[in-house]
């Protein structure tokens, strides 16, 4: 199969030397796939118009959209099947879209152009696709995938150096609401600072991470922190279990992962500002995780992009290929 992965354009870079997310699941997932025997193209240039050149001299079978706001290369694409994963933090959510992308009418104006469009549609989660089921749009351009990630690149130790502490690590902004909880003894955080309400100062701040120091310290922590006010399928919950850590996570953040798992800790919304409640969640996650590290890494393992690539992309685009080759 010759798949064409498109990226966000503009100054990003994949894979990118920091941060984005984005940008790491598109060179992994195309990494995964390459494996698999596939050829594929990495699609990511600065100029829009330079990005439907390509795509389209590429002859595809498939142009898979990982950015919303690439949707306004559609009509422009030749390929008959092409298909578009949001990776938008507040798409379950609607009552958020009027305040993101406003400049341009709000990301409602987005999700209108999606449904309107000829694109197969690749939700992250169940959340996501009860959206899309909403309007009057063929059911069978609605699709369940999720994401996955490279589980052999971090450091696996059955025993943390710090079985007393949590890492908070995500970009340090509005959306992750890490001001909130730093108050909480045992909780550290690493990220780049975006939220002037954080205090930079704090000896729990271990600044920003690049990629090698992240693969390598990750492990020494008995669990991570996401409580975030909204998530499509957070990366770093995956990382954090590929390095035996448990996870105590918003409601927001839980996306295609089994809740039952005695490692997995979800803090209730109405509950979000209660440090004390949040305190002894971290503190007894900590407690239970540090103990069941073997059983953290085999489950991080089904989330590996050997397996969703193989498990869930290859079939869903041969299933979207399939469609236009009945309409021939």
């Known amino acids: 199969m010759k798949i064409a992965l498109i990226g966000p354009g503009g100054s990003t870079i994949i894979p990118p030397?920091?941060?984005?997310?984005?940008?790491?699941?598109?060179?992994?997932?195309?990494?995964?796939?390459?494996?698999?025997?596939?050829?594929?193209?990495?699609?990511?240039?600065?100029?829009?118009?330079?990005?439907?050149?390509?795509?389209?001299?590429?002859?595809?079978?498939?142009?898979?959209?990982?950015?919303?706001?690439?949707?306004?290369?559609?009509?422009?694409?030749?390929?008959?099947?092409?298909?578009?994963?949001?990776?938008?933090?507040?798409?379950?959510?609607?009552?958020?879209?009027?305040?993101?992308?406003?400049?341009h009418g709000g990301w409602g104006h987005i999700f209108s152009s999606i449904v309107n469009s000829r694109v197969d549609i690749m939700c992250l989660s169940e959340s996501i696709a009860a959206i899309y089921r909403r309007t009057p749009i063929s059911k069978d351009r609605i699709?369940?995938?999720?994401?996955?990630?490279?589980?052999?690149?971090?450091?696996?130790?059955?025993?943390?150096k710090y079985s007393n502490k949590t890492i908070y690590l995500a970009k340090i902004d509005y959306r992750k609401r890490q001001h909130i909880f730093q108050n909480i003894q045992g909780l550290y955080?690493?990220?780049?600072?975006?939220?002037?309400?954080?205090?930079?100062?704090?000896?729990?701040?271990?600044?920003?991470?690049?990629?090698?120091?992240?693969?390598?310290?990750?492990?020494?922590?008995?669990?991570?922190?996401?409580?975030?006010?909204?998530?499509?399928?957070?990366?770093?919950?995956?990382?954090?279990?590929?390095?035996?850590?448990?996870?105590?996570?918003?409601?927001?953040?839980?996306?295609?992962?089994d809740l039952n798992l005695p490692f997995i800790d979800v803090i209730p919304e109405d509950k979000i500002t209660?440090?004390?409640?949040?305190?002894?969640?971290?503190?007894?996650?900590?407690?239970?995780?540090?103990?069941?590290?073997d059983q953290i890494k085999e489950y991080s393992n089904t989330l590996s992009w050997d397996n969703v690539a193989s498990g869930l992309y290859i079939p869903t685009y041969n299933k979207i290929i399939s469609k236009s080759e009945v309409k021939l």
Request: proline letters at 3%.
């Open 17 to 103: 030397p920091g941060w984005g997310a984005v940008e790491i699941l598109i060179y992994d997932s195309a990494n995964a796939l390459t494996a698999l025997g596939h050829d594929v193209t990495i699609i990511n240039n600065s100029d829009t118009r330079v990005m439907i050149n390509e795509a389209n001299a590429g002859d595809f079978d498939i142009v898979h959209i990982h950015y919303d706001d690439r949707i306004d290369m559609i009509n422009h694409l030749t390929c008959k099947n092409v298909a578009i994963t949001n990776h938008f933090a507040y798409l379950d959510q609607p009552k958020y879209w009027a305040h993101q992308n406003a400049s």
């Open 143 to 160: 699709h369940v995938i999720k994401n996955g990630v490279r589980t052999d690149l971090f450091d696996f130790s059955n025993t943390p």
């Open 189 to 257: 955080y690493a990220g780049n600072i975006a939220d002037d309400r954080f205090d930079a100062s704090s000896s729990r701040y271990l600044g920003e991470w690049d990629k090698p120091t992240l693969y390598s310290n990750l492990t020494d922590y008995a669990n991570l922190a996401l409580l975030s006010d909204g998530e499509a399928h957070p990366l770093v919950c995956m990382e954090a279990l590929s390095a035996g850590l448990g996870l105590v996570l918003s409601e927001f953040a839980t996306a295609n992962l």
């Open 274 to 293: 209660n440090i004390q409640y949040i305190s002894k969640i971290l503190k007894d996650n900590r407690s239970r995780s540090v103990l069941l590290r």
